[in-house]
């Protein structure tokens, strides 16, 4: 990926982000546990569609994030 399509890439990322975070903390306010869960599956689908990562697999630790056993 050459330099401008990274750069699509993030600042597509950081969009993303804002607008799932913000729907994520309505639905914490509004004690919405359904939707919370679907927040969070559709996270997990969008970055296993666009960067091939399984989030719910990844375990952070003090060396960074590893396959969770």
Request: hydrophobic letters at 45%.
């Amino acid at each position: 990926m050459d330099e401008p399509g990274r750069q699509e890439f993030a600042e597509t990322l950081m969009l993303n982000f804002l607008v799932q975070q913000a729907a994520y903390v309505d639905a914490v306010e509004r004690d919405d546990r359904v939707m919370q869960q679907r927040l969070g599956d559709a996270a997990v689908a969008r970055f296993r569609n666009e960067m091939g990562v399984d989030l719910r697999r990844l375990r952070l630790t003090n060396q960074g994030f590893v396959k969770a056993s």
